[in-house]
């Protein structure tokens, strides 16, 4: 599979490429918020599964999906655990409850900000969780929405207030920030550049 530098692929990058520390960080942080059921939604390659599902007994099923055939054939063979499924699937298709089911626990990093219909991912997304289930997704900081973008891969950019406008389907919000591999409830003296979500229905 051909590295980008858009998909995070450990094996491809150097240890300290920013963006694979930003990435291993989040995995990190939504461990110890995963139990039960769990949804990868657009997981890329894979490489988060063995970051959840180590030291992690809360976890009974990990399942992946993303709408690149390459990247999920990618997981099945570089990741591939017991707890572990993968699937090819469009993050907006409306019917994705009704094919995989409902979860505990959905992940969600760096995906909302490459569909353009964003308010019917997260639908699905609710749709997807189980009631009192918690979401953790994850975005970028930006100039606003209506402003192009710097990343040809993106359509959108968020500004805070429009990040938590459009995860509004969900009954509680704490907003946390990143930095490198800090991911902490902001400190009003520190720059940030990522916004993680941690989300209740």
Request: proline fraction near 6%; charge should be negative.
């Amino acid at each position: 599979m051909e590295y980008t530098g858009e998909r995070v692929m450990p094996e491809m990058m150097h240890p300290k490429n920013g963006m694979l520390i930003e990435h291993i960080a989040r995995y990190q942080f939504a461990r110890k918020l995963c139990k039960g059921r769990v949804l990868d939604i657009a997981c890329g390659v894979g490489y988060g599964s063995p970051i959840l599902i180590r030291h992690n007994p809360q976890i009974d099923e990990l399942v992946g999906i993303d709408i690149s055939p390459e990247a999920i054939d990618y997981a099945k063979q570089h990741y591939r655990f017991l707890e572990t499924s993968y699937y090819v699937d469009d993050a907006l298709n409306k019917n994705l409850y009704k094919t995989y089911g409902t979860f505990d626990t959905i992940v969600s990093f760096e995906t909302i900000e490459h569909l353009e219909e964003d308010e019917v991912f997260v639908k699905n997304l609710y749709n997807l969780l189980k009631p009192g289930g918690t979401l953790i997704i994850s975005t970028p900081f930006g100039r606003g929405k209506d402003q192009p973008c710097a990343s040809p891969f993106h359509v959108y950019q968020y500004k805070e207030e429009e990040f938590i406008d459009v995860l509004k389907p969900f009954s509680e919000l704490t907003m946390y920030h990143q930095i490198d591999s800090i991911i902490e409830i902001p400190n009003p003296e520190q720059k940030y550049y990522l916004m993680v979500a941690v989300c209740k229905k």
